[in-house]
């Protein structure tokens, strides 16, 4: 009833016996996705997790926003779609547990069943079926657009043809529209314009066509496609040096610990000592160097070797923010006597 | 002018009437249209017999050019701004002025006065005469909008009566027209549509039930079914599309079963 066609048996678990057909799946597929890669020991905390919540959520409010989105494309009898959400939609409500969720898989039948429901009024319309986007290539044709391309019946391709319309191209389309309407006449001046206060919508209508006031189209924010990589990898390429150097430092002398602000602390540049420590957090966060605090209660920093980087993912990880100002970094110079920088800046490297 | 008339009126009124009557008349006054009762046939009776019949022309006359300066904005005008702007004190003759007007609109201008929503009150004016095939020897200016509104409804009735909002914003983007954008003939497209299309009763725009994030349909408004021709639509179709307008059987057994009719029964509906 859903879908009358291309793929009938697809529907067929959703209308009857779905929890049926659902139970199997969970057996079956578990481990499909991230979400289902829970054994049952763990269901309970699975019920309760709050993260793996929220993901089902998003990715059904995803789903239904898909359909939302693509509506017109999906009415178009070639198209398969909407099966494939349907299976999708399958997929999630296997991991559904709560009410809100159910909700969800229940807002986004009614989206799908409407959906369906239009594809089936298609299906059963008597005669030929009208097709909006062949039309507007119909009118495009008749306001006299102008092709660029030889584009005649590219109706599937949604009419996206360039070519430009002239000016005229609604007039055109109102006089052969006025036959079809039996609108009483309205007022107009037989010999040319006359200026009347207040003008005459007719009159001002037929101005703003000699004269098309250059009104500026509305700003739209034009969207980011890609974020500007460079940086992004710049970041990246230096969190890589600062290892580099760190690993170099370390076997150089394994034994002996290194120090986190003389490793860090540029006695030239504050601002590089701040970029040194920021690209530092990075190397801890991802597990890559380790920090501890040594006899003396000062922290010291190593690389962490490849083997030992699942043995660090275990212990307990901690969080703290590292702050220094101009003040206290010329306190650190002084009280470490640091006379050079350990990390070179990377246009001095190459000496 | 009107002026004139109204105060020689009011002089004569208070002169002749009775006390009862002076009274409702401030009631009246109030301009709001709730208070403005039918008067019955009998009262319009008394009404006429006080009145000369140049007075009651004249009322008409005015009543007929105010419909006719509404009537190029194409918004319905309502019975309490027609009572409350023109007729004034001759609202105890109402009926018979409104039946003067329609009969003038009938046979000097060629132009039918329909009352569209009889709950509110509202009256239009359509042409009563087909337009004459080819072009009209009178060349008026034609309105880029009426394209526009045109479009609009040929794709709801091609499509059945109803359409969401959405397959009419991109059949007019397919057509260089952006809602979103600034359309150098039209400005806000959307406003032309949702609103002013809306109030010229052209267009019926209304939100879908249960929808979420909301979402709207359109309809014919009840202008369109007095005025616009299905059939002629349908030829129009056929003429672009290079087809038999018959194929489209379904459409084609709407446009030729009800002769587009002047009936406001399809007000009633909403």
Not at chain 1, 331 to 349: C, G, K, N, V, Y
């Amino acid at each position: 009833m859903k879908r009358a066609r291309g793929g009938g048996d697809e529907e067929a678990p959703r209308q009857n016996g779905s929890a049926g057909r659902r139970k199997g799946d969970q057996q079956q597929s578990d481990g499909d996705d991230g979400a289902g890669a829970f054994g049952p020991a763990d269901l309970q905390d699975d019920d309760n997790d709050p993260g793996l919540r929220r993901e089902i959520r998003s990715k059904y409010r995803d789903l239904i926003n898909s359909v939302q989105q693509n509506r017109e494309d999906m009415l178009s009898p070639s198209n398969n779609k909407l099966t494939e959400v349907l299976e999708e939609a399958n997929k999630l409500f296997k991991d559904v547990r709560q009410a809100r969720e159910a909700a969800l898989d229940a807002q986004l039948l009614v989206v799908a069943t409407d959906l369906g429901k239009e594809k089936a009024s298609q299906l059963f319309a008597e005669g030929t079926a009208f097709d909006p986007t062949a039309y507007a290539e119909h009118l495009l044709s008749f306001m006299g657009l102008n092709r660029l391309e030889d584009g005649e019946d590219d109706q599937q391709n949604g009419g996206a043809v360039d070519g430009y319309l002239p000016q005229d191209a609604w007039h055109r389309v109102a006089r052969r529209a006025e036959c079809c309407f039996r609108t009483s006449p309205s007022f107009h001046y037989m010999m040319g314009s006359f200026h009347a206060e207040p003008p005459p919508p007719k009159q001002r209508i037929e101005r703003q066509r000699k004269a098309p006031s250059k009104e500026a189209k509305r700003m739209m924010p034009t969207q980011l496609k890609k974020m500007e990589s460079s940086h992004q990898e710049a970041t990246e390429k230096e969190v890589e040096r600062i290892l580099g150097y760190l690993k170099s430092y370390y076997q150089d002398d394994p034994t002996s610990p290194i120090s986190y602000f003389e490793f860090v602390i540029d006695p030239s540049s504050f601002s590089r000592t701040v970029e040194n420590i920021f690209h530092m957090s990075f190397l801890i966060r991802d597990g890559l160097a380790r920090m501890y605090l040594d006899n003396d209660k000062l922290p010291c920093i190593a690389p962490v070797e490849e083997g030992e980087v699942e043995a660090g993912g275990s212990c307990s990880r901690k969080q703290c923010i590292v702050a220094i100002s101009p003040k206290i970094w010329k306190e650190l110079i002084e009280a470490f006597d640091i006379r050079d920088t350990m990390i070179h800046p990377p246009s001095t490297q190459n000496e | 002018m009107t002026q004139l008339t109204a105060m020689t009126q009011r002089k004569r009124l208070s002169n002749t009437q009775s006390r009862r009557q002076s009274g409702s008349l401030v009631v009246q006054e109030e301009d709001d249209d709730t208070t403005f009762t039918q008067p019955s046939t009998s009262q319009v009776q008394r009404g006429l017999e006080k009145l000369t019949p140049a007075q009651v022309d004249q009322k008409t006359a005015e009543v007929v050019q105010y419909f006719l300066v509404k009537d190029q904005k194409k918004i319905p005008v309502r019975r309490a701004d027609l009572v409350k702007h023109v007729v004034k004190e001759y609202r105890n003759i109402y009926p018979e002025i409104i039946k003067r007007a329609a009969r003038t609109f009938d046979q000097v201008f060629g132009l039918k006065l329909v009352e569209i929503d009889p709950k509110s009150h509202m009256y239009i004016l359509i042409n009563k005469l087909e337009a004459a095939e080819g072009a009209s020897p009178i060349n008026s200016p034609t309105n880029p909008k009426m394209g526009l509104l045109f479009v609009i409804l040929s794709v709801i009735f091609m499509k059945g009566g109803v359409v969401r909002e959405n397959l009419i914003w991109n059949t007019l983007k397919k057509l260089r027209v952006d809602p979103g954008e600034k359309h150098e003939e039209f400005g806000d497209v959307k406003k032309v549509v949702t609103d002013e299309f809306v109030r010229q009763r052209y267009l019926e725009y209304a939100r879908i039930p249960h929808t979420e994030p909301i979402e709207h349909e359109f309809r014919w408004g009840q202008r369109a079914e007095l005025e616009v021709s299905k059939a002629k639509i349908l030829e129009f179709m056929g003429q672009l599309h290079e087809q038999d307008p018959q194929t489209w059987s379904q459409q084609y057994r709407e446009a030729h079963s009800v002769p587009n009719s002047s009936q406001p029964s399809t007000s009633s509906q909403r």
